[in-house]
């Protein structure tokens, strides 16, 4: 029951139109692009891929949104560069699961009308975020797995390819090493700030959030998963609420960090609804965070934003690769 709400009927014609002023509230004329590329010990030689595979994302999603198109064009551009560069843990390069293949998580949804689309545990797509937009744009559904999404991209025109294609020599490395270090028994060493039942590897996930100069706001989430996971997990990423959510009357979130906790605390939709009660999202990026590690010890990072264009950023592991676009221009950092 719509009645008195922030936005009176007299000032918004939409909502005379009977439309839900809750969901549609167009309430800036200026976009911003928000970008991460995982929260981890980002090792040093690494630093440098981060920092360009983040600006070359915000130049993709920027390019849409200043020419006037959607902040879900935007999100979905924005992490295709980044699911491409084999820096990050996305696409091609992502992380091995304990048997050795790539299955990848993603999640795009569209703040204005709450579609929503996602795929978890495909092997043989190259970029899951246009498989998980096809969901979103082409069937009433808002999720598909495994090999039943992958039909379902190849049926609206997405080649499939080999698994092989994705997996990197430097990521059956990184397996071999988390695999020893496990029956060893040795510390991991990838992410120094990890807690003890936090497993092995780094958090290199990839996400935008968007809003256009009509008002919307977009998410789009993207991962590989955890380093050595078994077959079949899917972790936070792709979930909506989790790791991924967007509304045009609270904000728009992308996560990245050790999927279960956030999970565990739909942390998306905690922030978002923080947002929606008033709290900036400057505070609410940090206290998500912050309330990750005290509920469940957790690490990861955060990017979020408002409907009306102010954003927060926020991490607690060691690093995490972030780009910001205003209509100032772009911003990179691999530390906040
Ligand atoms: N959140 C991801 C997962 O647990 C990992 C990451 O952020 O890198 O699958």
Redo the contacts with the bound molecule.
Sequence with gaps: MPGRTASHPARNPRAAKGYNPLVVTPMTRFPVLLVHG?AWDIPADLLDAHEQGVFNSLQAGWNILEKGGSSLDAVQAAVTVLEDHPAF?AGRGSFLTRDGRVQL?ALIMDGATLRAGGVACVERLRNPIQAARLVLDESPHVYFVGEGAEEFAQTHGVPLIDNAELVLDRERRRLAEAQARETSGAPDRTFSGHSEHEPPG????VGAVAIDLHGGLAAATS?G??LNKDPGRV???SLIGC?CYADNASAAVS??????P?MKLVLGKWATDRVLGGSSPEQVAPDAIAYLFRRLGGH?GIILLAPDGRYGLAHNTPRMAWGVHTTDGPRTGTKL
């Design positions: 995982g843990d998580d780094g958090h290199d996930t991962t998963g955890t972790g936070d990423s790791g996560l990245t960090g050790w999927g279960e956030i990861g």
